[in-house]
T-cell receptor, first 113, second 117 residues
Framework: AQSVSQHNHHVILSEAASLELGCNYS??????LFWYVQYPGQHLQLLLK??????LVKGIKGFEAEFIKSKFSFNLRKPSVQWSDTAEYFC???????????FGTGTRLKVLA | GAGVSQSPSNKVTEKGKDVELRCDPI?????LYWYRQSLGQGLEFLIY????????KSGLPSDRFSAERTGGSVSTLTIQRTQQEDSAVYLC???????????????FGAGTRLSVL
């Protein structure tokens, strides 16, 4: 079955700490990969996406993600988090031949000022 | 419109009542999706429309759930005889549609928070 796993459900960091959130997906051929963020009380917003080409993609607000095909992973990183990064982060995958997102369960990030 | 619009933003209903949730997608987006976000279940796909057709209804949890889309635009998700386990945030998204990768980026509405008492 097509699935997406986010291993960290809750992460607490201090400001300026580095962040890495894991995302793995089940094998399914060609994939489109996304990270979305949901700030408290707001709707889901696209952080970054990968379709093809350079496996290191940069998104908004200093976030980046690396697609490692051999590991079926698409981890999200930020070198130095800010209090305003407190939010829930969702990894999403579109598997080949489909149009719907399969979401991971999300990671709640809390950044302490 | 400028973004995906959903109404109502909050809905409180009694168990057994029917509810209708509305989604107004971004103008020009041919694809429309409904998801459900609930505690412990994460974000679950419900149904996908391309135009007015629904080629994928695989996520609808029971026959109490139905959705339609008219004029290739507005969609309505209907839940009949609501149950407490239907309480969740129902999210709508739209995308340009078509086969190109860039056309699959989905833009989400703010959701409808449904509470079934």
């Amino acid at each position: 079955a097509q699935s997406v796993s986010q291993h960290n459900h809750h992460v607490i960091l201090s400001e300026a700490a580095s962040l890495e959130l894991g995302c793995n997906y089940s094998y399914g051929g060609t994939v489109n990969l996304f990270w979305y963020v949901q700030y408290p009380g707001q709707h889901l917003q696209l952080l970054l996406k990968y379709f093809s080409g350079d496996p290191l993609v940069k998104g908004i607000k200093g976030f980046e993600a690396e697609f490692i095909k051999s590991k079926f992973s698409f981890n999200l990183r930020k070198p130095s988090v800010q209090w305003s990064d407190t939010a829930e982060y969702f990894c999403a995958v579109i598997f080949s031949g489909t149009y719907k997102y399969i979401f991971g369960t999300g990671t709640r990030l809390k950044v302490l000022a | 419109g400028a973004g995906v619009s959903q109404s109502p933003s909050n809905k409180v209903t009694e168990k057994g009542k029917d509810v209708e949730l509305r989604c107004d997608p971004i103008s020009g987006h041919t694809a429309l999706y409904w998801y459900r976000q609930s505690l412990g279940q994460g974000l679950e796909f419900l149904i996908y429309f391309q135009g007015n057709s629904a080629p994928d209804k695989s996520g609808l949890p029971s026959d109490r759930f139905s959705a339609e889309r008219t004029g290739g635009s507005v969609s309505t998700l209907t839940i009949q005889r609501t149950q407490q386990e239907d309480s969740a945030v129902y999210l709508c998204a739209s995308s340009l549609g078509g086969g190109g990768a860039g056309q699959n980026i989905q833009y989400f509405g703010a959701g409808t928070r449904l509470s079934v008492l």
